[in-house]
T-cell receptor
Framework: AQSVSQHNHHVILSEAASLELGCNYS??????LFWYVQYPGQHLQLLLK??????LVKGIKGFEAEFIKSKFSFNLRKPSVQWSDTAEYFC???????????FGSGTRLQVQP | DTGVSQNPRHKITKRGQNVTFRCDPI?????LYWYRQTLGQGPEFLTY????????KSRLLSDRFSAERPKGSFSTLEIQRTEQGDSAMYLC???????????????FGPGTRLTVT
């Protein structure tokens, strides 16, 4: 079955630390991958997406992700986190249906000032 | 605000009652999705509409669940004979038409939090 898995469930960092959140997917065919973010009390927002082309994609707020086909990975990175990055982060990819997305279980990031 | 809107934002109901949620997608989006999110999990797909046609339904969508999008604009999700296990956040998302080979990015609403007592 097609699936997306996130390795880290809860990450605590100090401000200015570097961030890398893991995401692995398991399916073939066209690969469209997304990272969504959910700030406290807010709705899910798209952070960045990969459809094709350059495997290093840049998103909003200084986030980037690298698609590594050989490792079935799409890890999210940020060189220096801020307190305002405290949120829950979800990796997503195509589901078993034609249009549905399948989401990972999420990583809760807590940035301490 | 031109984003996806959902009403109500919160719903508390007693077990056995019926509830209905509404979603208004971004106006130019012809694709609409419903997801369910429980605590500590990512959203789980429930159903998908392209215009007024319901093209996909998840196995999670039991017979007690029904969704409609009668005019291809807003959508409703009804849960009949609610159970405590239905307590969750119900999310609606919309997207615009892209090529058939691509999953377009989806824009999410704030969700309706359902609590069944």
């Amino acid at each position: 079955a097609q699936s997306v898995s996130q390795h880290n469930h809860h990450v605590i960092l100090s401000e200015a630390a570097s961030l890398e959140l893991g995401c692995n997917y398991s399916y073939g065919g066209t690969v469209n991958l997304f990272w969504y973010v959910q700030y406290p009390g807010q709705h899910l927002q798209l952070l960045l997406k990969y459809f094709s082309g350059d495997p290093l994609v840049k998103g909003i707020k200084g986030f980037e992700a690298e698609f590594i086909k050989s490792k079935f990975s799409f890890n999210l990175r940020k060189p220096s986190v801020q307190w305002s990055d405290t949120a829950e982060y979800f990796c997503a990819g195509p589901g078993t249906g034609r249009r549905a997305l399948t989401f990972g279980s999420g990583t809760r990031l807590q940035v301490q000032p | 605000d031109t984003g996806v809107s959902q009403n109500p934002r919160h719903k508390i109901t007693k077990r056995g009652q019926n509830v209905t949620f509404r979603c208004d997608p971004i106006s130019e989006h012809n694709r609409l999705y419903w997801y369910r999110q429980t605590l500590g999990q990512g959203p789980e797909f429930l159903t998908y509409f392209q215009n007024e046609a319901q093209l996909e339904k998840s196995r999670l969508l039991s017979d007690r669940f029904s969704a409609e999008r009668p005019k291809g604009s807003f959508s409703t999700l009804e849960i009949q004979r609610t159970e405590q296990g239905d307590s969750a956040m119900y999310l609606c998302a919309s997207s615009s038409l892209l090529s058939d080979t691509q999953h377009g990015e989806q824009y999410f609403g704030p969700g309706t939090r359902l609590t069944v007592t």
